[in-house]
């Protein structure tokens, strides 16, 4: 794992291709998700453009939808129910490429979200932001943990899964404080280094 940490740039060209065939699938589902238009039609083209782009069948899939949803994997079987106004669909795919895992955590919301769902957004976001605004080489896993959680807790909401982790193979170190694991230490003094790929995916 730790030989894997830094790149080359053979590697970051395929994780660059997953990002690529990633971006699509966002694209295609803004797309599609309207009202009437079923779950599993949004999925079935999910898997088609993942493919197409040269994606591995092993890439994963979890999306849940609706009013009441609060993460991608709580409704695993395949739904035929039709996307209503205010539904809000969560998704988290891989596009895999020659082995390596682009991973995306992606929300989306049909028409208007309500209040409540929007207000998550912008913290969300303003998460992104302020974690992406320091990243840089020579900084700590902590201070990137921290750049990711002030907002979050300073708008009064929790995280229960890492808001950032490294991709590579597999998940890999550097990993985010993971209130889900108590077991789990985070390694806050570990140096960010030039190389290292990344996911940003703060969970408010």
Same mark, same amino acid.
């Given at each position: ?6 790149? &080359?740039?053979?590697?970051?060209? &395929?994780? =660059? ?6 971006? /699509? ?8 998700? /309207? ?31 609706? /009013? ?29 490429? +020659?082995?390596? /895992? &682009?991973?995306?955590?992606? #929300?989306? +919301? $049909? ?34 943990? =921290?750049?990711?959680?002030? #907002? ?10 890492? +808001? ?14 993971? #209130? ?8 806050? &003094? ?6 290292? $790929?990344? =996911?940003? =995916? #703060?969970?408010?």
């Amino acid at each position: 794992e730790q030989a894997r940490r830094i790149k &080359s740039a053979a590697e970051i060209r &395929s994780l =660059e291709f997953g990002c690529e065939a990633g971006e /699509k699938v966002i694209q295609t589902i803004a797309n599609t998700a /309207k009202v009437g238009v079923l779950d599993n039609e949004i999925k079935t083209k999910i898997w088609d453009t993942l493919f197409l782009n040269g994606c591995h069948p092993s890439s994963m899939l979890i999306y849940s939808s609706g /009013k009441d949803v609060t993460h991608a994997g709580r409704i695993s079987i395949m739904q035929q129910k039709p996307l209503e106004s205010g539904d809000v669909i969560l998704t988290e795919f891989d596009a895999r490429y +020659c082995g390596y /895992k &682009s991973q995306f955590n992606q #929300p989306f +919301c $049909v028409n208007q979200p309500d209040h409540e769902w929007q207000e998550i957004f912008d913290v969300a976001r303003e998460s992104f932001n302020n974690a992406f605004n320091i990243l840089k080489p020579g900084i700590t896993a902590g201070q990137l943990d =921290e750049a990711f959680l002030s #907002p979050i807790h300073k708008a009064g909401y929790i995280h229960v899964n890492p +808001c950032y982790h490294g991709l590579g193979a597999s998940l890999e170190q550097p990993i985010g404080s993971y #209130p889900g694991q108590p077991l789990y230490k985070m390694d806050t &003094s570990l140096i960010i280094e030039s190389g290292m $790929v990344i =996911e940003f =995916e #703060p969970h408010v």
